[in-house]
């Protein structure tokens, strides 16, 4: 009877999710495909039921920043099912510290994973074959991903094209990055107005009114603010600390290029006194059209200067009433009313709450302090072990020493806990 019972629950079916995933676009879902099929066999084999899948595609296995990944450790929790199917091993991760990580939680949850081509056997010695395979796939891929920069780096060095965004004014022939003239025409224009003092939009309106498009549309205004920023255009290429001059013809004389730049520089922030601060610069927006305000400063006909916030949707003209706040006035208004509600007992409250709980919060995660609260905890432990032993009549050179190391000790950690 009891060997029947035994045999019963031998043959008992198992619940499973199948977790399949690819790395890269070069892959597609007959991978997935294949991957499914073999799980799905082994389950049939081995009396495992499949409950679900989760897929991450284009996603690689050197970390676990995967959606379908999070979602099946999350779910987990709910321990609706046995184990975790893989195709292999290193499709459930390639890095062998995450793959611990998971794996324990998994077991915590009541889940194994188990590999569907993979012997490994529930033994001791399962536990050194599965390091063995997950140390191999890190190490492949550690090995694949050294190989893809040595090759794209001989490729840069060899001036071809390695892939990515083409800029405007340029095609790829031959694997070589080549001139588009009558493209590149429009940037040499772009920046020579630029570099006269032109506008963008005046810049835009231009080439709009010369029925110059930018893919059969009018050019926006982030287009041609992107290729100013663009150092391709001067024949330069930067990757990792590296310039490359031999990748892309030069389009824009460096001349041209360095006024252009310095003017951009001058005005990412726009014109400034810096004695004079507008609180709420790049900070406030239009109650009426959503678009930002900004600062403007300008000048009366009696001389006077006057500083105010404008909307951006009124100053461009895109229909915007908003009127026009000066600068004390918007301030002032806005600090007085901040001021009021401050004071106010609850809200006071919640800062002070939300003060304390960000301090508890970095406490508790300082890893440093952490260690300290530790080391401080084992010498605590040592000293009271000490002391029992002396009460007891254990007492000699050694633990008259000992007890002094361990108090020095112990005031060191205590000083360094409250640092």
Not at 22 to 30: D, P, R
Not at 143 to 150: A, C, D, P, T
Not at 165 to 173: K, Q
Not at 219 to 245: C, D, H, M, P, W
Request: proline residues 2%; contains cysteine.
């Amino acid at each position: 009877m009891e060997l029947k019972n035994q045999k019963s629950q031998s043959n008992q079916l198992k619940t499973a999710v199948i977790y399949a995933r690819y790395s890269s676009e070069n892959q597609n879902e007959q991978s997935i495909d294949g991957q499914l099929r073999v799980c799905q066999e082994y389950a049939k084999v081995n009396n495992i039921i499949i409950l679900d899948t989760y897929i991450d595609r284009a996603m690689t296995g050197t970390n676990d920043n995967r959606p379908a990944f999070q979602q099946m450790i999350a779910d987990s929790k709910h321990k609706k099912w046995d184990y975790v199917l893989v195709y292999k091993l290193d499709r459930f991760s390639r890095n062998k510290y995450e793959s611990a990580i998971h794996k324990h939680t998994l077991k915590e949850n009541g889940v194994k994973v188990k590999s569907a081509t993979e012997v490994i056997p529930d033994s001791p010695e399962g536990i050194l074959i599965e390091a063995i395979h997950e140390g191999y796939a890190e190490y492949y891929s550690a090995e694949l991903s050294q190989k893809v920069r040595r090759g794209m780096n001989e490729t840069r060095l060899k001036g071809n094209f390695t892939g990515g965004y083409v800029p405007y004014g340029y095609i790829i022939v031959n694997k070589k990055v080549t001139i588009d003239e009558e493209k590149a025409e429009v940037v040499r224009f772009i920046y020579e107005q630029y570099s006269l003092g032109v506008y963008v939009k005046d810049i835009m309106n231009t080439l709009n009114a010369k029925g110059i498009y930018n893919r059969g549309k009018p050019f926006a205004r982030n287009t041609v603010y992107k290729i100013l920023k663009t150092e391709k255009y001067s024949g330069v290429y930067r990757y990792k600390g590296q310039v490359f001059t031999n990748i892309y013809p030069q389009i824009v004389p460096t001349d041209i290029f360095e006024i252009v730049r310095d003017k951009m520089q001058k005005n990412k922030k726009g014109s400034r006194s810096p004695e004079i601060v507008y609180i709420f610069r790049q900070k406030a927006f239009c109650g009426k059209c959503g678009q930002p305000i900004s600062a403007e400063c300008g000048t009366s006909c009696t001389g006077d200067k006057r500083r105010y916030y404008k909307c951006y949707g009124r100053k461009n003209r895109n229909g915007c009433k908003q009127e026009v706040f000066t600068k004390e006035l918007l301030e002032e208004t806005v600090l007085d009313s901040l001021i009021t509600e401050l004071k106010k007992p609850k809200v006071m409250n919640t800062i002070i709450k939300g003060i304390l709980d960000l301090q508890n919060k970095n406490f508790l995660e300082n890893a440093a302090l952490k260690m300290l609260l530790s080391e401080k905890k084992k010498v605590e432990k040592s000293l009271d072990n000490l002391v029992t032993a002396i009460e007891n009549g254990v007492v000699s050179n050694t633990t008259n020493r000992r007890l002094h190391e361990l108090e020095a000790k112990l005031s060191e950690l205590e000083e360094k806990i409250a640092i």
